[in-house]
């Protein structure tokens, strides 16, 4: 596994808090909220204890996920699902996304209890629209299809602050 890059004392607070405990295996800030707050953080693919740890994006602003969990008890992930199977463009560009996923925790290191294994639900089924968003936000705009249309149809979480405060340098 490559070594693991700096991540400021301020960002590791900031996840903390958002969180309501210390990050695991946090590698860096992957994405970062209009308010400046780390939003969204990259993991190491194994926890110090050894435990791997699939979720490669992993989202960490609790307003963020609080307005993805209204979608996902919308319904909106069985569409998702559905449109998979019905939409041969949309499904090809979400087996991407899920290559790109692997392909990026596997220049981190490899795991071979998940190796081939994305988050997610990716490439066949939406499972946990977080993931797919927390994808969304840290590889850009058009690379998670149903990331991208998740992101999309979420309120504006920053536009009340930072989440939780923004440490001062």
């Given at each position: 596994m490559s070594a693991e890059p700096l991540v400021s004392n301020a960002d590791?607070?900031?996840v903390a808090a958002?969180?309501?405990?210390?990050p695991r295996a946090i590698r860096?800030?992957?994405?970062?909220?209009?308010?400046?707050?780390p939003d969204v953080i990259e993991t190491s693919p194994r926890l110090a204890d050894g435990t791997p740890f699939p979720t490669l994006y992993y989202l960490t602003c609790p307003r963020a996920a609080s307005a993805i969990g209204t979608l996902?008890?919308?319904?909106?992930?069985?569409?998702m699902t559905e449109r998979l199977g019905t939409d041969a463009g949309l499904a090809d560009r979400y087996r991407a996304a899920h290559e790109a996923y692997l392909a990026r925790r596997e220049?981190?290191?490899?795991?071979?209890?998940?190796?081939?294994?994305?988050?997610g639900g990716m490439p066949n089924r939406v499972k946990c629209l977080h993931v797919l968003v927390g994808h969304a936000l840290a590889a850009g705009p058009g690379v998670n299809?149903?990331?991208?249309?998740?992101?999309?149809?979420?309120?504006?979480?920053?536009?009340?602050?930072?989440?939780?405060?923004?440490?001062q340098p």
């Open positions: 590791r607070a900031a958002q969180l309501g405990r210390p860096t800030v992957a994405h970062r909220c209009p308010c400046t707050n996902e008890s919308s319904g909106l992930m069985r569409e220049q981190i290191g490899h795991v071979a209890e998940i190796a081939g294994v994305s988050a299809p149903l990331g991208d249309e998740a992101l999309a149809l979420l309120p504006r979480w920053w536009d009340a602050g930072p989440c939780v405060p923004l440490e």
